[in-house]
């Protein structure tokens, strides 16, 4: 664990803001080495409360089962891709704005954030106009403020874990 860990981190330090410029496929590998099971038991369950969950929107917990149902609706697989980066970066941000500075898996949530945002820069070139109707709308609705009222109360690593599974189906064939 420490050695992927370590590995990480190098490659972050000697890139830097290069991130940005790695492919959609080497980010989503460094995110899910910083996604092992072992790192998101340890920062996303045992550095919490027993059963802590966060408030997140409906629309902010993406299954495996919305992908197929999605898929099976035809949504494009660039689609699928730009909406599971949304969702995902959106529940780092909701872990990350319940942790303060000093909690031990803040440094953790940063790591994730900054691979995020190399990620988002991929994405920049997606429009909510260039993407099914279904998906835009599902977007439009994670970063809607208003939205609160249909919020659940979910555990940090569910949250992370829902991105991994997600993530392995998106990436898994083409990377």
């Known amino acids: 664990m420490q050695q992927g860990y370590a590995a990480v981190l190098c490659v972050l330090v000697v890139l830097g803001l290069e991130a940005a410029a790695l492919g959609e496929c080497e980010l989503t590998r460094l995110l899910q080495d910083k996604l092992q099971y072992e790192m998101r038991l340890q920062y996303m369950k045992h550095y919490f409360p027993i059963d802590y969950t966060v408030q997140v929107q409906y629309e902010e917990v993406l299954r ?4 197929t149902r999605l898929r099976n609706g035809t949504v494009s697989e660039a ?3 730009y909406l599971w980066f949304h969702v995902s970066s959106q529940a780092v941000l909701r872990i990350r704005e319940v942790l303060p500075e000093k909690h031990p898996s803040w440094k953790y ?14 994405y920049s070139k997606y429009r909510q106009t260039d993407v ?3 998906v835009a709308d599902l977007v439009k609705l994670i970063h809607s403020a208003g939205a609160e009222s249909r919020s659940k109360a979910v555990r940090p690593k569910a949250l992370l874990d829902n991105c991994l599974k997600v993530m392995r189906m998106l990436y898994g064939v083409p990377c």
């Open 64 to 67: 495996p089962s919305n992908i």
């Open 109 to 122: 949530t940063q790591e994730l954030c900054q691979l995020f945002d190399a990620l988002g820069e991929e």
């Open 132 to 134: 099914e109707a279904v």
């Open 79 to 81: 689609a699928l891709r």
